[in-house]
């Protein structure tokens, strides 16, 4: 390819993020299931996501002998469906028009109702048929800290490009968590439009919370720290504007928003692709007011931070480091093995059984990823879920599925936690 047209391809990819930032609309995008069955197809794949070749929205990690989902505009279909042949890379179109797959799934989420329907003491019920907006989050841990004050603490530890607040709550039985307990660390929504993870974690900070003399053995040798939505711009633009927006929502340049949150930890960080790409890792490592706000977080726990996890959708995947080569964590068995356990706790509550290994090997290598920095600060076991969701019809959960894969996701957290208080904290 020459320069101009390699220039004339940035250019008009970065029209095109422009495009869906300031509509937010897809009727002119398309959907496809791709299947690559060999490693040299994946590699082909895994060029798209790095924004080369063709400008597509991966939905779903690709990985051999397993079907992913990619968006592309209607205009370059044909393009698509040629360079799949071309290189014999198994593929169906799925939807001719994405918007109407987003506008089923948001009036599904509408007909489920909202959160905030009063009980007698004129507190908000809960309500896990339908996937909660900032507010409704914010207001309920708001809540929480009040209500079970000996048990829960709010903080906000960070602002976000447009000032919104990033929140934090601790959950310890002795009210403070003084790091004398092993700590597990969880973060949710670093990705903006992968809701199912948020609403997991909410999930299980409302059992933890609000049923907590069911886990009293389990919360009585562990804290937690958790944050549900490291990513609060991305969140609310992907209620009000964009469903599928992924970064968070800085400025990059002129026409492109957004940096991958997940790409922009300073360990291993590295520049990836530009800045109208979905995995854009910012101009410098820790760019990123959320990222400064995760790592400062993570800076005051970390003596006592025994279990790290982060949250996303989709993909039915346990992945433990490292993650931005083909290296293997030293204590690689002991993660497998652990990983293995709280896979089996979901297959035992009904769910699928998740794949588990190292990031690399059965995903793809990531530099700047939230799993191993953590890694990198000591903490013995840290894992990325990709949890399960999406399906054809959409790019995430179903709201009437929601309730039933939080609830089974739980059995696999818990595992994670109950692990964690195992373990011994030095000082």
Partial sequence: MSEAMKRLTFVTGCLLALAFAKAGSYHEFELYNVRPETAEQLSVLLKWRNGQ?????????PKVGRSARIMVTREDHKRV??????????????????????NREQRRNVEHGRRLRRDSNSRATVNFEHFWTLDEI???LDELAVAYNGLVRVSEIGRTHEDRPIKAITISTMGAVDQTRPIVFMDGGIHAREWAGVMSVMYMIHEFVEHSDQYAEQLSNTDYVIVPVANPDGYVYTHEQNRLWRKNRSPGNVLCYGVDLNRNFPFQWDRTTSECTNNFAGHAASSENETKALIGLMDQ???????YLAVHTYGEMILWPWGYDFLHAPNEDDLQRLGERARDALVAAGGPEYEVGNSADILYTASGATDDYAYSLGVPY????????????????????????????FELLKVFGQHAGTLSVTS
């Fill in 53 to 61: 070749e063709i400008e597509v929205d991966f939905w779903d990690a």
């Fill in 81 to 102: 469906e040629e360079f799949l042949e071309q290189h014999d890379i198994e593929y169906d179109l799925v939807a001719e028009d994405v918007q109407e797959l987003l």
């Fill in 138 to 140: 914010y207001e309920y």
């Fill in 301 to 307: 726990y970390k003596a006592a931070i025994r279990m």
């Fill in 382 to 409: 840290s894992y990325t879920l990709e949890l399960t969701g999406g399906g054809s019809q959409g790019f995430d959960l179903p709201a009437a599925e929601l309730a039933r894969v939080t609830s089974q996701t």
